[in-house]
């Protein structure tokens, strides 16, 4: 099945991805810092007394020098905050422990999930709050954690909160949490950089700025504010399109895991217009099941829409685009109750190429 060919080149593919992104994002702190550096000498010499082409040059003579420090001081805030990310998420979302009947309800459904991938089970925690949602942490199998929110545990019936784990499970699986911290992390760096390139300027006279308006000086220091901006920008949309990615191909193996896109769906439709938890950080919204959209182009938003999320689950799938399971709440999976047809029985017929995972060549 192309599904599951696609989910395992998928862990390979997030290990490579991991390291290029690493590499990238180095080389947009470079560029910032060549920025800060243009900045720096703009500020040093009397205006008109070098040339933008000078300033340029000379800025780009001091980065063989200044780049070690540039990349000392990034990798020792990604290191730290690599290491401390797990806590940092349980301080800023108050997960603890479930309660003893939280516990087996959850573990009883997630265990065979696990046991189905040869994966140890995640230590489950639980959020006060009623919206719908929940994120996996962790950065390897061995330390990894599902939070669920008690409103999730709620609202949802067995079937669909076994198939949001399956879907979290498969972002620990498939390593996306790595991923998409590194991603964070690093663009959290460059936010920075450009809110402290931004002070600098603000804190200057008035008279200092109005002197360095004409000449190679002004030019050099607007040059200097666009690379900031541009390195910020371009972070902030690889980091985001990476999170759209991977929740499709997490449906995909929530799927796989428990043989029932009709739990995938319907669970989606319970989380939709119920998933907004504002006061957590950026990068708790961005592991979230479900982060509504708040911004003015779909380029900007963390998640792919519930509605292209179903349709997914629908044709690639053979989910039932009208699955709402009934009983909400505790009820158990129905005895004798057989998962909806899918890609397990009949084929689906696929007018375009899935968006979960690239498709194997034809006759292979």
């Not at 070098?50 to 020098?65: D, F, N, Y």
């Not at 044709?315 to 899918?342: K, Q, T």
Request: hydrophobic share 50%.
């Amino acid at each position: 099945m192309f599904r599951a060919f696609g989910l395992y080149t998928h862990i390979r593919a997030n290990r490579i991805k991991s390291v290029l992104i690493l590499c990238g994002f180095v080389v947009l702190i470079l560029v910032i810092a060549y920025a800060f550096d243009l900045v720096a000498i703009a500020f040093s010499y009397p205006n008109g007394y070098l040339s933008t082409g000078e300033i340029l040059s000379l800025a780009s003579r001091r980065m063989r020098e200044d780049w070690i420090y540039a990349v000392a001081f990034s990798l020792t805030w990604f290191a730290i905050a690599f290491a401390l990310q797990s806590r940092l998420i349980d301080a800023a979302t108050g997960a603890t422990l479930p309660g003893p009947a939280e516990q087996r309800r959850v573990f009883r459904l997630l265990e065979p999930l696990c046991i189905s991938v040869g994966m140890p089970t995640p230590k489950i925690k639980v959020m006060e709050s009623e919206a719908l949602n929940a994120f996996a942490s962790g950065l390897h199998e061995h330390d990894a954690s599902i939070t669920v929110t008690t409103g999730l545990l709620a609202k949802l019936n067995d079937r669909e909160l076994s198939a949001v784990l399956g879907h979290e499970l498969t972002h620990i699986k498939n390593q996306d949490v790595r991923l998409i911290v590194i991603a964070a992390i690093f663009a959290g760096i460059l936010s920075f950089a450009g809110q402290m390139m931004v002070r600098v300027l603000l804190n200057v006279g008035p008279g200092e700025r109005s002197e360095r308006r004409g000449g190679g000086a002004g030019l050099a220091i607007v040059i200097a504010v666009a690379l900031a901006a541009l390195s910020w920008l371009l972070a902030i949309l690889l980091k985001l399109a990476l999170s759209r990615r991977r929740e499709y191909l997490a449906d995909a193996g929530s799927v796989e895991l428990t043989k029932d896109p009709d739990a995938m769906i319907s669970a989606l439709k319970r989380i939709e217009d119920h998933a907004r938890i504002d006061d957590v950080p950026s990068l708790v919204q961005e592991a979230f099941i479900e982060n509504p959209s708040v911004g003015f182009s779909s380029l900007f938003d963390t998640h792919p829409p519930i509605a292209a999320r179903i349709d997914a689950l629908v044709r690639y799938a053979g989910g039932n685009p009208d699955a709402l399971i009934e009983s909400p709440g505790f009820a158990p999976v129905p005895a004798g109750a057989a998962p909806a047809a899918g890609p397990w029985g009949a084929p689906v017929p696929q007018e375009e190429p899935s968006p979960w995972s690239p498709r194997r060549p034809p006759n292979s």
